[in-house]
């Protein structure tokens, strides 16, 4: 991430916080050191951004490769962005591309890194709050690192689907949870992965107060194949 991040993270982070004055609760509870995965809630583009403005210490999520492979000073400016707020290019699709995708999330999490997933999937288009996928659940039983739940309030209304900007009203609320230590469910089996997936899911609805949707949020195609060649026993 070299300079770019460092630069991110001194200048952008601050700036967003007085620009946009986001309500942070918790950060405190958040492991100042070593391995930890954001597991959060999920209902706007800049989700991925309110994470690492509000959390204590640095944040990686994996971003589509399109976002870094522009030309010219827009694909320089949008590169250089979200290399900056901690973003990390990964190719999408199903097969190598997403098993790639999770050996990169491992290397950050076995370097002592914080990195940040949605267990839902995808966004949020109706506000309610749906079931979780194992994948976050398979990165914790794996590698052993603590799931801090993160609840976001209100990104939906400052920039909605299909807004190219943030508003700055309302202001939002980022929420973060005691972390949870996901050993107890044993090793990293199908049942394993679905309790742990759920317990998961349980502490970020504490924190959200959204209302369960009780069904797994729908994804493209190309993205339930994905799930399917990373995690083929997924349990229901």
């Known amino acids: 991430m ?24 918790g950060r405190h509870l958040v492991p100042k050191h070593g391995p ?3 597991a959060s809630n999920h209902l706007s583009f800049i989700d991925s951004i309110a994470i690492p403005v509000a959390a204590p210490r640095p944040v990686h999520f994996l971003a589509k490769s399109a976002y870094f492979e522009g030309s010219g000073m827009s694909g320089w400016a949008q590169r250089e962005f979200f290399t900056a707020i901690g973003a990390i290019p990964v190719r999408r699709g199903a097969g190598q591309a997403a098993l790639d995708a999770l050996d990169q999330q491992r290397s950050l999490l076995e370097d002592g890194r914080a990195v940040a997933l949605y267990p839902e999937g995808t966004r949020s288009l109706d506000g309610r709050l749906y079931r979780g996928r194992t994948g976050v659940a398979h990165l914790a039983l794996q590698t052993g690192a603590p799931v801090v739940p993160v609840a976001l309030v209100g990104t939906d209304k400052m920039m909605p689907v299909g807004a190219s900007m943030p508003s700055l009203t309302p202001r939002i609320t980022v929420r973060f949870g005691e972390p949870l230590d996901l050993t107890h469910h044993g090793a990293n089996s199908g049942r394993s992965r679905r309790l742990a997936t759920d317990e998961i899911m349980a502490a970020i609805h504490a924190l959200s107060g959204q209302e369960l949707a009780g ?22």
């Open 36 to 38: 930890i995965i954001f």
């Open 2 to 25: 070299g300079h770019t991040y460092a630069l991110g993270r001194m200048v952008l982070a601050p700036l967003a916080r007085l620009v946009y004055r986001p309500h942070v609760e």
């Open 215 to 236: 069904t797994y949020n729908e994804v493209p195609a190309h993205g339930v194949e994905r799930i399917k060649q990373i995690l083929p026993h997924e349990r229901r």
